[in-house]
């Protein structure tokens, strides 16, 4: 028994599952998860002393690495001015301000601690905007772990096989209507039949949840035509896809002003802070200055709101332009192996974001997503971890690359992948 199986039983016997959120477990690729040691810019450390170049960063959050020297320096002088304050602060102002020149259209905004809170506290403002009930999300994407959005959600329900969790009530999510992801039809009807009564339509425009999946453009436009005509209100969920898909985000690349958008990950630079925020009308519902209730005791903690400026002051559009150029330097060389041992596989990269399906054809949406080979995914998986390299542990999951990723990292990476691609 190796160190990392030695921690799992232990924790097994503390945490479901030996963890705090079900992904971590391996549950879709075997094993046992690694516990870690430390983390130090592309790479993360097991207690059994192995280094692996690391793609998942913390799902997300870590752009310029982990422990990157400036952001722990800040983050620590912060430390020493104490650590929660429960009343507001200049730090808070600073990132909030910071948020609102690089996405233009987040008039006002609101610090929360998780995406989850950030996607259940959006749909309330719309809920009570709107004075309406029904909110619109999609199969196979996943916004957070709230009663509402626990229908059709991907990612770690997809990869445990759970379509819906016990504990939802029905009357719950009576209210939730799902429909297939890139359907512009299906979207269409529904808006033709029950537009009047639909408070948002929600939506990971660039999906990390099913793996990725970019929306198309007609979709994504659609979304924005019918809401506005019917008086719901659009809400992209950028918890992921934030300063991700493109320097400000999914809307980056579609170039259109949803009403509400939430962010998370990236924002907290590895700290426990999500946003949600956009047009001040809307806005302007939430307590104390209207009646939408919303609140949260850490929520702008001074040091999470420390560790999400520096981090954000770092990602100038130049150091956004040069992770993205790794990403395709990565993936233009699976493509490539994926080619020359004909391995039927989609590589997919969007801004600083990757993925890639073991999959003959072009992944569209949550049922294309189920279909990819997950067995041949899973030994991939094992095999690329023995040579060191950190891929996320599904394919219903979205891969990361920071701006610590070196170019000899990537050749490692590409070296990996040849010798698996060689053997499987
Ligand atoms: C698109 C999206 N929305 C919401 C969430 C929920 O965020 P959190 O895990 O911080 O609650 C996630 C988490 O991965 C996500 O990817």
């Not at 075997?30 to 790479?43: R, S, V």
């Not at 300063?243 to 400000?248: G, H, N, Q, W």
């Not at 985000?249 to 956009?278: Q, T, W």
Request: charged fraction near 15%.
């Amino acid at each position: 028994m190796n160190r990392s199986q030695e921690e799992f039983a232990k924790a097994q016997r503390i945490f479901p599952g030996g963890v705090n959120s079900p992904v971590r477990a391996f549950k879709a690729v075997g094993g046992t998860p690694l516990f870690i040691d430390c983390a130090k810019g592309a790479y993360l450390y097991d207690v059994d002393q192995h280094k692996y170049i690391d793609y998942v960063l913390s799902w997300g959050p870590m752009i310029l690495g982990h422990a990157h020297d400036e952001v722990v320096s800040s983050v620590q002088k912060a430390i020493t001015r104490g650590t929660s304050y429960g009343a507001p602060s200049v730090s808070e102002t600073m990132l909030g301000a910071l948020l609102q020149e690089r996405v233009p259209y987040l008039e006002k905004l609101r610090m929360v601690n998780s995406g989850t809170e950030a996607t259940m506290s959006a749909i309330r403002v719309a809920r009570g905007y709107t004075k309406r009930d029904k909110i619109v999300k999609f199969i196979g994407c996943y916004h957070g772990h709230s009663d509402s959005f626990l229908v059709q959600a991907g990612s770690g329900i997809a990869t445990l096989s759970l379509p819906n969790s016990p504990g939802v009530p029905e009357s719950v999510v009576q209210n939730t209507v799902t429909l297939p992801y890139n359907d512009t039809q299906a979207l269409t009807t529904y808006f033709e039949e029950h537009g009047e009564h639909i408070a948002a339509v929600i939506v990971e425009a660039v999906a990390g949840n099913m793996g990725l999946v970019k929306g198309d453009v007609e979709f994504i436009q659609a979304i924005r035509c019918l809401t506005k005509e019917s008086g719901a209100l659009m809400i992209v969920d950028d918890v992921m896809a934030g300063f991700r898909a493109s320097y400000t985000g999914s809307m980056g690349v579609y170039e259109i002003e949803p009403d509400l958008i939430c962010l998370g990950k990236v924002v907290g630079g590895g700290f426990p802070v999500a946003v949600f925020g956009g047009k001040a009308e809307y806005m302007d519902c939430v307590a104390p200055l209207g009646s939408v209730y919303q609140a949260g005791t850490l929520s702008g903690n001074p040091v999470a709101m420390t560790a999400g400026y520096e981090t954000l002051i770092r990602l100038t559009p130049q150091v956004f332009t040069t992770i993205e150029q790794q990403v395709e330097t990565l993936c233009n060389g699976l493509k490539t192996l994926a080619k020359k041992y004909a391995v039927p596989m989609q590589v997919v990269s969007v801004g600083t974001m990757f993925g890639f399906f073991f999959s003959p054809k072009p992944v569209r949406n949550f049922e294309d997503s189920t279909q990819a080979d997950h067995e041949l995914f899973a030994k991939v998986h094992q095999l690329l971890l023995e040579r060191g390299v950190y891929v996320a542990p599904s394919q219903y999951e979205a891969n990361f690359m920071s701006s610590a990723h070196t170019s000899t990292d990537i050749q490692q990476t590409l070296n990996a992948f040849e010798e698996v691609f060689a053997i499987i």
